[in-house]
């Protein structure tokens, strides 16, 4: 580990924490830690707190940087990412186009995803999302690979081509205009609704462009957990069920 990069730590509890390594005390209520005793050392290395109490220190991944990350709007959820990517079959080297930054959780999914060959624009119309995303990417360490436009691609994409195009917007369909002409043969158009009235506004808008797509597809992604134990295995009497509606066009 090195000074200035983020690590995460764990307590006994499995309560987590990003910190920033550097010559610096840490209050928890296990205690106070000594960030600086951790440079140098390898990830796994365990630190005590002046309790005695111990953290183990891991590097983080994505899911721990969105997890701690500032939020504003509601984010993308990593059940409905995940199948975004997968369906879409987006690819290390891809080109992807973004509206509807937020807080910046899909930008980050979809940059770890397409690698340090790859570029994500994102649009996002509104200021204080902008800058919310703009400071999560930084975290994430993605800043050299996305690029943020504080626009509304409601007025029309500035770029001449992509692999595909993820939307988060209200209107999807005001963005089907310029993606025929933007996306590239093959690639995907998704759109992330929450409402059903969205997706059949979208469908409506749809018709005037069904030549240049293949037949659409409508998910919804639902996650039970279980709980596993000596005794018993059943299901979580909680789960993660509806948060949107996911629509996939792919361009002939």
Avoid: W
């Avoid at 111990?54 to 500032?70: E, G, R, Y």
């Avoid at 690979?145 to 029309?156: F, P, S």
């Avoid at 996306?183 to 030549?211: I, K, S, W």
Wanted: net charge positive; proline share 5%.
């Amino acid at each position: 580990m090195k000074e200035g990069e983020r690590v995460l730590l764990v307590d006994k509890r499995g309560k987590r924490y990003l910190v920033k390594v550097e010559d610096r005390e840490f209050h928890t209520d296990l205690g106070i830690l000594k960030l600086g005793e951790l440079i140098g050392k390898p990830y796994g290395s365990r630190i005590e707190t002046h309790k005695g109490e111990t953290f183990v220190a891991l590097k983080p991944d994505i899911n721990d940087i969105i997890a701690k990350m500032k939020r504003g709007p509601q984010i993308v959820h990593p059940k409905d990412a995940g199948i975004i990517i997968a369906y879409a079959g987006i690819s290390p080297g891809d080109t992807v186009i973004e509206a509807g930054a937020g807080s910046g959780a899909l930008t980050i999914f979809l940059a770890n995803t397409v690698g340090p060959q790859g570029r994500v624009i994102s649009y996002e119309v509104r200021k204080d999302f902008y800058e919310i995303a703009k400071r999560n990417i930084e975290l994430a360490g993605f800043s050299e690979r996305v690029t943020l436009k504080n626009k509304n691609i409601y007025d029309g994409i500035d770029e001449e081509s992509a692999d595909h195009i993820v939307l988060d917007l209200p209107q999807p369909e005001n963005v089907l205009p310029y993606a025929v002409e933007v996306l590239r043969p093959g690639g995907y158009f998704v759109a992330y609704t929450p409402c059903m009235n969205q997706v059949h506004r979208f469908f409506q808008a749809f018709q005037e462009y069904r030549d240049h797509f293949m037949r659409p597809r409508v998910v919804e992604v639902l996650v039970r957990e279980h709980e596993v134990k000596k005794e018993c295995m059943r299901p979580k009497t909680t789960m993660l069920a509806h948060t949107g509606y996911i629509t996939f066009l792919r361009k002939l």
